[in-house]
């Protein structure tokens, strides 16, 4: 008795029948272990007394099919993929197929046509990989930066930014600094910190943020540069800018391994507050590093000493612009009005410029040619200026100011009159015509 098992269904009926050819097993029993009728189990069982096993399997098996598609229509069909539809998809060839050329095929018909034939891949197959750049080769060449918004301190937690600083060469952790979002002022904080303990790299490498770089290089007004560029300007520093996220893959990794292992070492510290987790970093990175960076290619550290004192780094970390001075000894900066103490030295700047220093802990100097000059501040603000543009990275930062705000009792906002939008300032003379103006009406 020959037989042929192809596949584990024809062994498992093989099995079932010798029971029931056996007397182990009942015919009705068996019509339920292999899921058929009673008259089908008694059809097989009739079928391999009288063949054999080999008579279980299907008898359409090895056949082919009546549908099948014929080979000259498939080769056909091919060629005018490759000739007329080049780069068309399965589902695009078809309709063209049909609608120009008369030819009905299916779409997952022609799908594994042009699979097998080469013409097709697949979803997994089309997805493209970026090469990894090769490292600089030497600490301080290049150091990558970015911001990564997370909820740091569990998912019941507000979310805060963590600025990352990473060497190129090594994937050392030079800097880290929780702020509450991506910002200028955040910025430089987190540079005077990298410099003060590594010194100048040659450059840094970052997004296209507005922080970083100018969107219109072409405007008429500004310098082409931002307050964090101009600052590196000033410090003999480049400031790179990556066209990707893959371009600067390193920090990018370093963001995701940080948002795990940052995040659970938090957690296990108990820490809640920027304030606490920023003084649990310097030992967090020094673990890292012993665990995760690399030595450099070539040992050389190109670093460069500051060579300026705090208070020097502390005048180009901070926003600085050029303000005019009005007649009346006054200048606009962040919508208030300040007005300079009159003096001998003030008197002459009437026509000038000067510039403004605006620093991070809410110091404001205005100084000329190196000299603080004295001044009063009126505040312009409106209770809620509407409208405000805010930049997707801070828009969490601002909410939370908004909430606070809204949380206390505040005046509604008065409505102000053109001539105090105008800045007119009132001179004591009573309304209307002048005494003596030729104009003036005489009384009759």
Known sequence: MGWILVNENDLRRTRVLSAVLTGSMTTLAASR???VSDRQARRLLE????????ALTH????????????????????????????????????????????????????????????????????????????????????VQIDGSEHRWFGPDRPSCTLLVFIDDATSRLMTLLFVPSESTDSYFE???????????????????????????TDAIGGQGLTQFGRALAELNVEMLCANSSQAKGRVERANRTLQDRLVKELALEGLTTMDQANAFLPGFVERFNAKFSVP?????????????????????????EMRYIGRQLSLSWKRRMLILERNALTEGLVGKYVEIFDFADGRLEVRHQGVSLPYRSFDKEQRVEQGVIVENKRLSEALAWVAEQQAQPRPSPRVRTSSEKGGYVPTGAKPGRKPGSPYRKKQV
């Open 33 to 35: 272990s292999l899921g």
């Open 47 to 54: 079928r391999m007394r009288s063949d054999g096993a080999g």
């Open 59 to 142: 008898r359409s098996r090895g056949r082919t099919p009546n549908n099948v598609t014929p080979d000259a229509l498939r080769a056909h069909v091919l060629t005018l993929v490759r000739t007329q539809y080049a780069g068309f998809g399965p589902t695009l060839a078809a309709e063209k197929l049909l609608e120009r050329d008369g030819i009905q095929v299916s779409r997952e018909t022609l799908r594994k046509w042009m699979r097998d034939d080469g013409i097709w891949l697949t979803r997994s197959q089309r997805k493209s990989f970026h090469q990894s750049r090769i490292r600089r080769e030497r600490f301080g060449e290049l």
């Open 190 to 216: 987190a540079l005077e910190m990298y410099l003060e303990a590594y010194g100048r790299p040659t450059a840094f490498y970052s997004d296209k943020h507005t922080i970083f770089r100018v969107a219109k």
């Open 296 to 320: 450099p290619a070539h040992p050389e550290n190109l670093h460069r000493e500051i060579n300026l004192s705090r208070k020097e780094l502390r005048d180009i970390l901070c926003r600085r």
